[in-house]
């Protein structure tokens, strides 16, 4: 017997679930954080608003590939062998990640705080890499961490880096997400704007946590690489206001003109 051929409405339909299959289990991924070492069933859940069910079916298929670990005695998933692969395959396939590790090393020592380089990851920034200042006191955050947009340095700075009818529907996504926020929001990106014009950066003082300053440029690749921004942040008492708009803001500034001239070496760049 000749097997039946699917109509085009029974393939879109299949697409059309595969697709949504897959979305969700991204989301499952995207719901571990750096600060995460396991999640449980609840966890995943109340992260992506998923029904227990779905979340079910989707954890079993993500253990199977290798891209979470289960650990039966706590009932609880990690990150898996898969996704840390995936992860690591993106960053170094990346020029400018390759590129910008010695120049945050050199930023973080020269300003004794710490330096690093982050891009969009939905309605937060994602640390792509960092180097960190040696002292007792330091911004312990690593790659993978993950921060707010608006209250922060390193998402002023990629935002006022945005063509502007991207930051337009960037804020609007922030604004719902964040009703209460709007003018708060609207009044950040504004006075990063006018300070970018003026200074070259952005400022963030306090305003993610209010023991924290820290300073953003945006970079964006020419080699078609997506946008991101370089920081350099600390504890107010290391990195004073002062200090921001005095000397870090304008070595950060350098560092970002240093990128851009290593990544346009053809010997340096893409080896």
């Known amino acids: 017997m000749r097997k039946r051929t699917k109509?085009?409405?029974?393939?879109?339909?299949?697409d059309s679930v595969a697709a949504s299959s897959l979305v969700r289990g991204l989301e499952i991924l995207r719901a571990f954080r750096a600060t995460d070492s396991t999640l449980g069933n609840q966890d995943l859940i109340d992260r992506t608003g998923l029904a227990k069910a779905t979340v079910s079916r989707l954890t079993y298929?993500?253990?199977?590939?290798?891209?979470?670990?289960?650990d039966e005695a706590m009932g609880r998933y990690s990150i898996g062998p898969s996704t840390v692969s995936l992860g690591y395959s993106a960053l170094s396939s990346t020029p400018v990640v390759r590129v910008v590790q010695p120049l945050l090393r050199r930023l973080?020592?020269?300003t004794g705080v710490a330096a690093a380089l982050g891009?969009?990851?939905?309605?937060?920034?994602?640390?792509?890499?960092?180097?960190?200042?040696y002292g007792p006191v330091t911004l312990q955050l690593n790659v993978g961490s993950q921060l707010p947009?608006?209250?922060?340095?390193?998402?002023?700075?990629?935002?006022v880096g945005m063509m502007p009818e991207l930051r337009s529907d960037l804020i609007k996504q922030l604004i719902a997400s964040e009703p209460k926020s709007r003018r708060a929001i609207r009044q950040a990106v504004d006075e990063a704007m006018d300070t970018y014009r003026?200074?070259?950066?952005v400022c963030s003082f306090g305003a993610w946590y209010s023991y924290i300053n820290a300073v953003?440029?945006?970079?964006?690749?020419?080699?078609?690489?997506?946008?991101?921004?370089?920081?350099c942040g600390g504890?107010?008492?290391?990195?004073?206001r002062d200090a921001c708009l005095s000397t870090v803001g304008h070595e950060l500034v350098a560092a970002a003109r240093h990128l851009r001239e290593r990544l346009e070496d053809p010997t340096i760049g893409h080896t």
């Open 7 to 14: 109509t085009p409405d029974e393939v879109a339909a299949d």
């Open 61 to 70: 298929a993500l253990v199977s590939m290798g891209y979470l670990n289960y």
């Open 108 to 110: 973080a020592d020269k």
């Open 119 to 133: 891009t969009r990851n939905g309605l937060e920034m994602i640390y792509l890499a960092n180097s960190r200042a």
């Open 149 to 159: 947009i608006w209250r922060t340095a390193m998402g002023l700075a990629y935002v």
């Open 198 to 201: 003026e200074r070259g950066y």
């Open 216 to 231: 953003g440029v945006p970079f964006r690749p020419t080699d078609g690489s997506p946008l991101v921004a370089l920081t």
């Open 235 to 240: 504890i107010s008492d290391i990195l004073s």
